[in-house]
């Protein structure tokens, strides 16, 4: 069974600095994905960023980026220049390319940034 | 574009009582889930549908939830009779297709107190 383990239950940074969030996944599964979504205060979530693990190339969306390691089966997400906005829950998804096609989310990662 | 949408937003019950969760996915997606995020947890996912068929729901306690998608578009999930440990957030989600590897669009939630 695919496991998603975020070791790091809170962190806070400071407005415009940059902070990066841990995520470490176990699977035998060669085809997959992984996902980082952020959940807002009584917001919903949404989706920041994905990867196809096929792909070596770290995914990118603007100010957020990711460290994927295939071998080493880790996923962090790093968020360069940090606004009030980024202030929220993130969480670590996984998703293997057979089956049901479901979702394994972490336990999540609560971000405070700070004025 | 209308997003998830989830009602009601709040619920606070007895144990024993009965709930019931609605939810109307966005227009044109064919797979819809359920999600328990109890505080601290990851979402877990409890059923996923397929237009009005169960793709996954080996999670769901079906001894007291139980989830239809009778028309194939909105979904309604009920718990009876209630336990203190089912006091979550019960997340709607939607997608194009149950295969489908990009987006999960998720509504605001149910968050649901059991007393």
């Known amino acids: 069974a695919q496991t998603v383990t975020q070791s790091q239950p809170e962190m806070s940074v400071q407005e415009a600095e940059t902070v990066t969030l841990s995520c470490t996944y176990d699977?035998?599964?060669?085809?997959?994905?992984l996902f980082w979504y952020k959940q807002p205060p009584s917001r919903q979530m949404i989706l920041v960023i994905r990867?196809?693990?096929?792909?070596?190339q770290n995914a990118t969306e603007n100010r957020f980026s990711v460290n994927f390691q295939k071998a080493a089966k880790s996923f962090s997400l790093k968020i360069s220049d940090s606004q009030l906005g980024d202030t929220a829950m993130y969480f670590c998804?996984?998703?293997?390319?057979?089956?049901?096609?479901?979702?394994?989310f972490g336990t999540g990662t609560r971000l405070k940034v700070l004025a | 574009e209308a997003g998830v949408a989830q009602s009601p937003r709040y619920k606070i019950i007895e144990k024993r009582q009965s709930v019931a969760f609605w939810c109307n996915p966005i227009?044109?997606?064919?797979?819809l889930y359920w999600y328990q995020q109890i505080l601290g947890q990851g979402p877990k996912l409890l059923i996923q549908?397929?237009?009005?068929?169960?793709?996954?729901d080996s999670q769901l306690p079906k001894d007291r939830f139980s989830a239809e998608r009778l028309k194939g578009v909105d979904s309604t999930l009920k718990i009876q009779p209630a336990k203190l440990e089912d006091s979550a957030v019960y997340l709607c989600a939607s997608s194009l297709d149950w295969r489908y590897t990009g987006e999960l669009f998720f509504g605001e939630g149910s968050r649901l107190t059991v007393l």
């Open positions: 998804a996984f998703m293997k390319q057979s089956g049901t096609y479901k979702y394994i």
């Open positions: 227009s044109g997606h064919a797979t």
């Open positions: 990867q196809e693990a096929y792909k070596q």
């Open positions: 699977t035998s599964e060669s085809n997959y994905y």
């Open positions: 549908f397929q237009n009005n068929g169960v793709v996954d």
